[in-house]
């Protein structure tokens, strides 16, 4: 857990390429973190995503927008009483929350122990992530489907049609509509 | 893209692994760890890793963009199709009791399609987010 | 000993303090989808720790094993995995955008630009 701290400390220290690569290795660590945590399907997940994907999607966002972060005048104080004073609010809060690991605790009394005892003899479906994945919560799952679908037509919107305007605006009388 | 002669032996070899490795995932998803999300992704990383290491362009020939996006439409509409032939054969959406004459087994072949639906979609859509990012350099 | 009881809750709130201090006082909006993601990760870290349950194993049954840790919560964080990749890409498409009409990706610099141009370039 601790490996996961020191992680993203050096993530909001350097410049944007770094911090980049930088969040590609924290999300590897969070994968071995997952692992650690009993959510293999989760840190499968995170590797693939993580640590492959996102950062190639970061370099290439980096490599279009510039790759180094303005330096700003050094006036941090707001938000950084801000973030604290939320984190200490949220400390407090936890003092009334189950103990890390607790068999008992009200998350793990309600739905999960029927999916864990019947799951196998209803779906036939060992692993129980999958199983409630795509039976139990079949619908929820569709609806996240969904949202994939709709960011991937979201991009192709934002930068494909900028293409066919940019070739409209090197058309000599060309307006600037959005 | 790359002139390194390492590099591009190294992935010509690889790709193929990540491919198969994607397939694994995407069928295997039931008894281990798994499953249309990791599959889609891993998948997707195989074509990323070749247009990275060769060419952008090279790539988009063997996934052109509007393949993508039908393919895309393609995942979606299977998982929603399952639903629905669900309700044709008198069950309720999305719950595949209906599909088969044995309830656990109908789950598993719902279950199995709609994970193939779910690597379609998410394979095709992380291919087309990263195409659009790619081509504007 | 209480302590350490709530330490997984503390990590989160620690990695989501991060991300909002990133979020809040970076001005690069590059730099802001990394303290979103930041944040991301630690509700997903919050969800996860709450699913552990003290010498449970993966929720793969088996006849081996008694104690299972807690599906539920991997199911919903296995796909918010995802749709956070896509949702980072249209973030990311969005500052592309963005650096394409302003020639810059800072804020402050965008809102110079934009009380400068007068309301019609908006």
């Not at chain 1, 993530?11 to 930088?22: I, K």
């Not at chain 1, 970061?58 to 950084?80: S, V």
């Not at chain 1, 009334?96 to 068999?103: R, S």
Request: charged share 15%.
């Amino acid at each position: 857990m601790f490996v996961a701290a020191t992680g993203i400390a050096a993530v909001w220290l350097r410049n944007l390429l770094a911090s980049a690569m930088v969040l590609g290795i924290y999300s590897l660590l969070m994968a071995s973190l997952w692992v650690v945590l009993d959510a293999v399907d989760v840190a499968f997940t995170e590797a693939a995503v993580g640590a492959g994907i996102t950062t190639v999607l970061m370099l290439l966002a980096i490599a279009l927008t510039g790759r180094h972060e303005k330096r700003r005048r050094a006036r941090p104080w707001l938000p950084l009483a801000t973030s604290l004073g939320t984190a200490g609010l949220l400390i407090y809060a936890t003092l009334g929350m189950p103990a890390f690991g607790d068999a008992n605790a009200p998350a793990q009394l309600h739905v999960a122990p029927y999916y864990l005892a019947h799951g196998q003899a209803e779906t036939g479906v060992p692993n129980v992530v999958t199983a409630v994945l795509a039976a139990y919560r079949g619908f929820d799952t569709l609806g996240e489907v969904t949202v994939i679908f709709t960011a991937g037509i979201g991009v192709l919107v934002l930068l494909g049609g900028a293409k066919r305007r940019q070739r409209k605006e090197t058309e000599p009388a060309a307006g600037d509509s959005a | 893209m790359s002139d390194f002669l390492v590099l591009r032996v190294i992935a010509k070899l690889l790709i193929p692994f990540i491919l198969l490795f994607g397939f694994y995932v995407q069928m295997h998803g039931d008894y281990g760890p798994g499953g249309g999300f990791q599959a889609g992704v891993i998948v997707a990383a195989a074509f990323v890793l070749y247009a990275i290491v060769f060419d952008v362009k090279t790539a988009r020939r063997v996934a052109p963009m509007a393949a993508l996006v039908s393919l895309a439409c393609l995942g979606v509409l299977l998982y929603a199709g399952v639903g629905v032939a669900n309700l044709i054969y008198g069950g309720r959406f999305l719950e595949y009791g209906a599909l088969a004459h044995d309830p656990a087994h109908g789950n598993h072949i719902g279950i199995l399609i709609i994970e193939i639906g779910v690597g379609i979609a998410v394979a095709a859509v992380m291919m087309i987010i990263f195409f659009s990012f790619a081509r504007r350099r | 000993m209480d302590i350490l009881n709530h330490i997984n809750y503390w990590a989160a709130i620690a990695l989501a303090a991060i991300g909002l201090y990133a979020v809040v006082a970076r001005a690069n909006l590059i730099k802001k989808l990394i303290g979103l993601s930041l944040f991301q990760t630690a509700v997903f870290l919050l969800f996860i720790t709450v699913g552990k349950i003290t010498g449970g194993t993966a929720p793969i049954l088996d006849a081996a094993y008694e104690v299972y840790s807690n599906p539920l919560p991997h199911v919903l964080i296995l796909t918010a995995i995802v749709v956070s990749v896509s949702t980072l890409a249209v973030g990311l498409a969005l500052a592309i955008a963005i650096k394409r009409d302003y020639g810059t990706v800072e804020e402050d610099e965008i809102h110079a630009e934009d009380s400068a141009a007068g309301p019609d370039k908006a």
